[in-house]
């Protein structure tokens, strides 16, 4: 072919894209998600993934590198974010806060009538982890010698009246002498916080939380915190199942166990940063928000926990301004700070935004119905104050994407009408609460994408142990993806996406080996791909869910839960509703730092 008819030919094909980039296409948003979504592209992903392990820094011990909130790792993080943004166009700006910085130092013990146990980043292949130490656990001030002591566990997991609240209540104590002991308490139904902090309570030198049992996946370490909030001042550690249940049986046979333990921490408080970022087109009033949490854990450099969710809204960046997408609706990114403390970032920022927008509606309601007092007001006009708040509130829906690249995946979606995990004890909505409406929607979109891809999708539950709770909590519709943690993948589930059925699906969460060969290239491309759709499509959309029943009021979690008058509280109901998870501490920042 000649080069006059080389050129003529892109002349043409150039001239037919502009007519129908510029035609009526753009109006289906449908089309519009399709065009973004194909135009991801997974050689970005894996650099992204690549600049994100580089910048990461060295621990404590020197044994891996980290990207915690509060290390060197988390703000060459930061500045990486902004910049990229920045220079693809968009307005960028950080959210500083305070925030309660926890280091487990070298040199953890544990030890068990003379087996040393393994500690969880000293495990290998051959020698698996036998337990942790909690995050935000208190020091032990030097070697702790102390016999153990359970408190009130339950084995029998099929019995009608299994109770699996150990530890929840004080009352749990009666009766049981942990004093001047290692108290050895069983997971389940409430926070490690509150189990750990009534064992100090009862005189306990240090706790050893150790796994439920009920299923494959509540049987290795736990690997947990007990959140930036805390006021325990004693050792806290997290164990494999089988190890709890060894001592106790052995304990019911007579023997006696003593425990040597130490560990030494750092625990200050800091200032860091959540990252956000917005499209400079698009209706201020109707914002589609997306976030992932930037922050790993101290132990690794967290690439896929949460360097895949990272990625994957970075690429989306990438993507919509090489497509010259122009949103009907504002776009807006948020990378959240301090999310394995226990959500402290997003917390923060949906506590600044959306409690002055509350109180406006409430004092707005009362102007009009001529009341001075927000205790004056009905149930109806609570109802009046939720759908004003919902007008005057611009964020109208939330998409979050925590670990979207697990070696051993699966694609889950989160439940937005919890038709499927409604009695999953993952579920942190007991009772008749109902999800914000439109968070069913947000499920059947992303659910509608990978129903074209050919791909199945696994229900997850709606545990609030990830950014969305405070969204949710607020009353704004969410919804998001995961691919899978510490718990174990089924036969169902590798028969569905491949992989290895009784391995974890991702065997490195929360370790040092979570880096850059951690991840599977194929989920985080798939993922990135649903979520550029999902996220188009109502950045497009006009009218973002299908209109409510005239009679269909819209349910606001925060009301059913607290009082209008003291929105400012609002962490103690998050926490309330979540399930082994601690949320934020008490911090303040600065909104508009560093705006651009």
């Known amino acids: 072919m000649s080069i ?6 892109s002349v043409v094909t150039a001239a037919v894209s502009s007519v129908l980039l510029a035609g009526c296409l753009w109006d289906d948003p449908r089309w519009v998600a399709d065009q973004v979504s194909q135009a991801v592209k997974e050689r970005r992903l894996v650099r992204i993934l690549t600049d994100l392990e580089v910048r990461a820094t060295p621990t404590e011990d020197g044994s891996s590198t980290t990207r915690a909130a509060g290390s060197e790792g988390y703000e060459n993080s930061v500045e990486y974010i902004k910049r990229k943004m920045r220079k693809m166009g968009y307005k960028v700006w950080t959210q500083e806060l305070d925030f309660r910085s926890w280091v487990e130092l070298a040199n953890t013990s544990l030890a068990v009538n003379g087996q040393t ?10 020698v ?5 130490t909690m995050s935000y656990s208190g020091g032990s001030g030097g070697p702790i010698n102390a016999p153990i002591a359970f408190v009130t566990p339950d084995f029998d997991f099929d019995a009608p009246d299994y109770d699996s609240s150990d530890g929840c209540e004080a009352s749990d104590f009666d009766g049981v002498d942990v004093s001047g002991k290692v108290a050895v308490i069983q997971r389940g139904a409430c926070t490690f916080d509150a189990k750990v902090s009534n064992a100090e309570a009862a005189g306990a030198v240090a706790v050893i939380v150790f796994n439920q049992g009920n299923s494959d996946g509540r049987k290795g370490v736990v690997n947990g915190t007990l959140g930036s909030d805390t006021g325990v001042t004693i050792p806290a550690f997290g164990a494999r199942f089988d190890l709890g249940k060894d001592w106790y049986d052995a304990l019911q046979g007579g023997a006696s166990y003593m425990a040597d333990l130490a560990v030494a921490v750092r625990d200050e408080n800091i200032v860091t940063h959540n990252v956000l970022a917005e499209t400079r087109k698009g209706n201020d009033d109707q914002v589609v928000m997306l976030g992932a949490h930037l922050d790993s854990v101290p132990e690794g450099p967290g690439i896929n926990d949460n360097g895949s969710g990272t990625a994957g809204l970075l690429e989306y960046a990438t993507a919509l301004k090489k497509m010259k997408v122009k949103p009907k609706n504002k776009i807006r990114f948020a990378w959240w700070a301090a999310e394995e403390a226990g959500l402290v970032g997003s917390n923060f920022y949906t506590n600044a935004l959306f409690s002055p927008i509350r109180d406006d509606a409430v004092q707005l309601i009362l102007d009009e119905l001529g009341l001075d007092d927000p205790s004056q007001l009905t149930e109806e006009q609570l109802e009046m104050v939720d759908a004003r708040y919902n007008e005057l509130n611009p964020v109208k829906l939330y998409l979050n994407f925590d670990m979207i690249g697990s070696p051993n995946y699966i694609y889950g979606v989160m439940d937005g009408d919890l038709s499927d995990t409604k ?3 993952d579920n942190a909505y007991p ?3 109902e999800p914000p409406y439109g968070t069913s929607d947000i499920e059947s979109l992303f659910n509608e994408y ?6 199945k999708t696994v229900p997850q539950a709606l545990s609030n142990r990830s950014d969305y709770a405070g969204f949710a909590q607020w009353g704004v519709a969410f919804g998001g993806l995961f691919t899978g943690a510490e718990r174990v993948k089924s036969d169902q589930e590798a ?17 040092a080996c979570d880096d850059f060969g951690n991840v599977s290239h194929e989920a985080l491309v798939t993922n990135t791909k649903s979520l550029s759709y999902v996220t188009t499509y109502y950045a497009m959309s006009e009218q ?12 606001f979690g925060l009301r059913s839960l607290a009082s209008p008058t003291h929105t400012h509280h609002v962490g103690d109901v998050i926490k309330a509703a979540s399930r082994e998870h601690a949320d934020h501490g008490h911090f303040h920042g600065d909104f508009d730092q560093d705006r651009e």
Do not use: M, W
């Open 4 to 9: 006059k008819k080389i050129f003529n030919k």
């Open 128 to 132: 698996p982890a036998d337990y942790a």
């Open 544 to 555: 973002l869910f299908p209109p409510k029943p005239e009679a269909e009021v819209q349910p």
């Open 431 to 433: 009772g008749d609460f």
């Open 495 to 511: 028969a569905d996406f491949g992989g290895e059925a009784g391995v974890a699906y991702d065997k490195c969460y929360h370790q």
């Open 423 to 425: 009695d999953s004890p």
């Open 117 to 126: 146990l393994v500690h969880i980043r000293d495990a290998t292949d051959d």
């Open 450 to 455: 990978f129903d074209n891809a050919n791909e």
